[in-house]
């Protein structure tokens, strides 16, 4: 998974002015804490923490904090309603020895031969929850559909990684295809033709 450096600047807490002032410099309040690290309340650029806002991809974070620094992950962030501008970030301390929960993008590649006999392709995931290492986190997770026929679906459970587990329960759909009424004709089809030979 992808580094990518935030830096912060330190704030102080308590007032409501000072929390809308940092925003009015084009800031957002922030927070970075766990794995032992001091709750500590800083401000990031706007449009820098939109690179990580604005993806479908998870990053590891390298904060730095006026010269201090931290390996973190991004959680939650509140937006405004209206504006949908962001007005609060947290972000999560870890560990690089120690295993972490991320969510990430499911990439489907191939032709499923159920598409081809005129199925239709469903995907009900864009984004699975895994736990490894951060040096084990992949940017995304690769399903391949190529095998995929009418009537059959591909699960959380059916998937296989290396060094990773997913999170999400087995159970979990992540694509199927679909029978269409172009997929019931051309059965149809072969089945007129077969009992015609």
């Not at 032992?36 to 820098?48: H, I, Y």
């Not at 120690?98 to 005129?118: D, L, M, Q």
């Not at 699975?128 to 190529?146: A, F, H, K, Q, Y």
């Amino acid at each position: 998974m992808k580094h990518l450096t935030i830096n912060g600047s330190k704030r102080t807490i308590g007032r409501k002015a000072d929390v809308r002032a940092t925003r009015k410099e084009g800031k957002v309040p922030c927070v970075v804490y766990g794995n032992g690290v001091e709750n500590t309340p800083f401000a990031v650029d706007e449009k820098e923490l939109k690179t990580l806002t604005n993806t479908p991809y998870c990053h590891i974070v390298d904060l730095d904090i006026e010269g201090k620094k931290c390996t973190s992950l991004l959680g939650e962030v509140q937006y405004h309603p209206v504006t949908d501008r962001a007005l609060h970030a947290d972000f999560l301390a870890v560990d690089a020895k120690k295993p972490v929960v991320v969510e990430v993008p499911v990439i489907i590649t191939g032709n499923s031969v159920g598409v081809k006999a005129g199925g239709k392709l469903q995907v009900s995931r864009r984004k699975l929850r895994i736990s490894g290492l951060l040096e084990n986190l992949p940017d995304d997770l690769t399903v391949d559909v190529t095998p995929l026929a009418i009537g059959k679906r591909i699960t959380a459970g059916d998937l296989k990684f290396d060094n990773i587990t997913i999170v999400n329960p087995k159970a979990t759909i992540i694509v199927s295809c679909l029978s269409t009424r172009n997929a019931v004709a051309a059965t149809e089809t072969e089945s007129t033709e077969a009992a015609a030979e």
